[in-house]
């Protein structure tokens, strides 16, 4: 018999316990999150034309085909360096368009926006647009007249007539001549909250429905860089779209798992617009930034000390971005951006993935720096990829020694290490720092192997090791599996907790446990114990019970790893509960199950009642499963 005890809260639950990580890896913002349907739409890519095809155009004939685009690139300081330079000769003949991220997802009788900047038309008044079939059909079309010789922005809504994956743009031109074209871009009217050019409704929906507590961002290995030249800079993300500097992403080709050449960050998506998604999500929003360090797994190239200020100040300049009144520097730009006031930024992260003596050394400095101007902050410090050895154990106790708050850690591990590691934080100092357990996701393969699945055996037993981090809320303060997302055609990293194509999107078995757990996180953390042990997997059975003081409910989290049911009869002692609950359970006897675009909910929580006999409980956990049981207190 399983006995509660809700006569007392063992700990508080924090509100950020289960929260989201979100990194720009397998196409989860440009080609995913950030609803923009043009690839390269600046042409800021190395290969500048990367992206377009011009059918009729041969750069090799000196230009006598119907037309061509060349690249005109400025070499000043601006962030959009690009622009494309039309020449038509033969305005019947020329083409030119954009792919899309392996093509276009256009819905029928959904509105579309076309935008583009024009300057020195000469010869061309009108530009024409349509959306197009690989057959060249038309799904879609409008056109734009331009009429001035400096930049300027022009647009045009359509509705789309059919409903398509891959549909691609074709741009075509009336009249022979010149013209310059730069921001040729393209999005749904339809996007999160309504927002002009913003955010695909139905991922932020399967985000937001997973009530996060926390939304942490940019990455993930993108923060470093491949190189401390290409790591990633909030300031560079913010301000007009059209300004910001576009960046090959770190999952480009080499150090990736998939070859994805045509891998960029336009920052469509940047810091503005993830503390606003955060808080649009009820998040708290948590930044990670770089340390000075590129990514240790690639070159780990380090900023000497004496040249780390720029690194901190960006450090400090963000929490006035996020923080800081409309009349600072910073605060003014993010009040000019829509948001006047405070985004009430309370973590930042330092360093992701980092570790040894370069790390701490530091570390150290931007702690200092953050401590004296905004004590008010809690800065995440990290202690590298792998949860054991020697730089792991060097970075704990360092950071320790210099009253770290909390310190994330990551595990990309086998199902079973998850099984056999409920107990991974029963013993865990609790009079040191916090854990962030900031990226785990179960590999069936082995780490970022291309052939992991996101199948039941992963999920169920993450939810096992889950009820191992609830029962230690007091010292784990947030947890997010990793990675977020991955487009079918664009991903380099799998197991991915959400897959979506260009129309449609789902969550895996593994995001249906992280949506549970997270829904069901309770504000206090009572004890459950089977013969006065914590149940960690003895039997198979795993287990974790809490109250939520706000719903005013006993929830009880029961996964059952073996093959065969199991009665289970509970006791719940302290509080009197309405005779009838629910149980919700995700289970399939077949550990290779999986969700898919064709069955997106194959597994996903089914809900029963159940009922009391005074304190008295029993229920039959099916194999395989994953159980969360519901009653409401009296
Ligand atoms: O989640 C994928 C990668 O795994 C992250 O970018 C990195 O932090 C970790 O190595």
Redesign the pocket.
């Known amino acids: 018999e399983l006995k509660i005890d809700a006569t007392k809260s063992l700990a508080k639950i924090q509100p950020t316990m289960y929260g989201i990580?979100f990194?720009d890896?397998n196409f989860a913002a440009d080609g995913g999150l950030y609803a923009e349907k043009v690839k390269n739409r600046s042409f800021e890519f190395e290969l500048p034309k990367m992206g377009w095809i011009e059918p009729d155009s041969d750069r090799h004939s000196f230009n006598k085909n119907s037309g061509i685009a060349k690249i005109v690139r400025y070499q000043d300081e601006s962030g959009n360096h690009n622009f494309a330079r039309i020449t038509i000769n033969d305005a019947s003949g020329y083409k030119l368009i954009n792919e899309g991220y392996r093509g276009m997802g256009i819905k029928e009788n959904a509105e579309y926006r076309i935008s583009i900047q024009a300057a020195q038309p000469k010869g061309i008044e009108k530009i024409n647009f349509k959306l197009i079939d690989e057959s060249g059909n038309v799904i879609g079309k409008t056109s734009i007249s331009v009429d001035s010789d400096s930049w300027k922005t022009y647009e045009s809504v359509f509705t789309a007539t059919k409903t398509l994956e891959k549909a691609r743009l074709e741009v075509t031109f009336e009249g022979n001549g010149a013209i310059d074209l730069d921001m040729i871009s393209l999005f749904p009217v339809d996007t999160w909250k309504g927002r002009k050019n913003g955010l695909r409704k139905d991922l932020v929906q399967l985000l937001d429905d997973m009530d996060p507590g926390f939304l942490r961002f940019p990455?993930?290995?993108?923060?470093e860089g491949r190189t401390l030249e290409k790591r990633y800079q909030w300031k560079k993300t913010v301000g007009p779209a059209e300004d910001r500097e576009i960046l090959v992403n770190?999952?480009n080709t080499e150090f990736s798992h998939r070859l994805t050449p045509d891998y960029y960050q336009s920052f469509g998506l940047g810091y503005f617009e993830y503390f606003q998604l955060a808080e649009d999500m009820g998040a708290e929003a948590l930044p990670i930034l770089g340390v000075g360090i590129a990514?240790q797994?690639n070159t780990g190239e380090l900023v000497p000390m004496e040249d780390l200020d720029p690194y901190v100040e960006d450090a400090i300049d963000l929490i006035q971005f996020a923080n800081g009144s409309v009349d600072s520097e910073w605060g003014k730009i993010r009040a000019e951006m829509g948001h006047p006031e405070p985004f009430n930024l309370k973590y930042i992260g330092i360093g992701?993935?980092q570790w040894g003596p370069e790390y701490i050394e530091r570390y150290k400095v931007f702690q200092t720096a953050i401590q004296e101007k905004y004590p008010e902050i809690t800065i995440v410090s990290g202690s590298g990829?792998f949860p054991e050895g020697d730089y792991f154990e060097y970075g704990w106790e360092q950071l320790k020694k210099l009253d770290a708050a909390i310190i994330d850690e990551?595990y990309?591990k086998p199902p079973k290490w998850f099984r056999e590691n409920a107990t991974r934080y029963d013993d865990y100092d609790r009079n040191g720092p916090k854990v962030f357990a900031?990226?785990y996701?179960a590999q069936s393969v082995a780490i970022?192997s291309p052939d992991n699945k996101n199948n039941w055996e992963t999920a169920m037993s993450e939810a096992a090791f889950m009820t191992g981090l609830e029962r230690n809320a007091d010292v784990v303060h947030l947890t997010s599996y990793?990675?977020?997302m991955a487009h079918k055609e664009g991903w380099q990293?799998t197991p991915d907790l959400i897959w979506f194509d260009n129309l449609s999107s789902y969550g895996t078995p593994n995001y249906y446990v992280q949506k549970l757990f997270a829904n069901n996180s309770g504000t206090d953390l009572l004890k459950i114990t089977e013969n006065k042990k914590a149940l960690t997997g003895q039997k198979e059975l795993y287990a974790s019970a809490v109250r939520d003081t706000d719903k005013n409910e006993i929830i009880i989290k029961l996964v059952n790893t073996s093959s065969s049911e199991k009665e289970i009869e509970m006791d719940i002692k302290g509080v009197r509960l309405n005779e009838s609950g629910e149980m919700l359970t995700l289970q399939t006897s077949d550990l290779s199950a999986e969700n898919s675009f064709e069955k997106p909910k194959n597994i996903s929580p089914q809900t029963q009642n159940v009922k009391l006999k005074g304190r008295e409980l029993e229920v039959d956990l099916k194999p395989y499963s994953v159980n969360i049981i519901k009653f409401k207190i009296n």
């Open positions: 990580f990194e890896i990455g993930g290995c993108i923060v770190r999952w990514c797994f992701n993935e990829p990551h990309y900031g990226e996701a970022a990793a990675p977020l990293w």
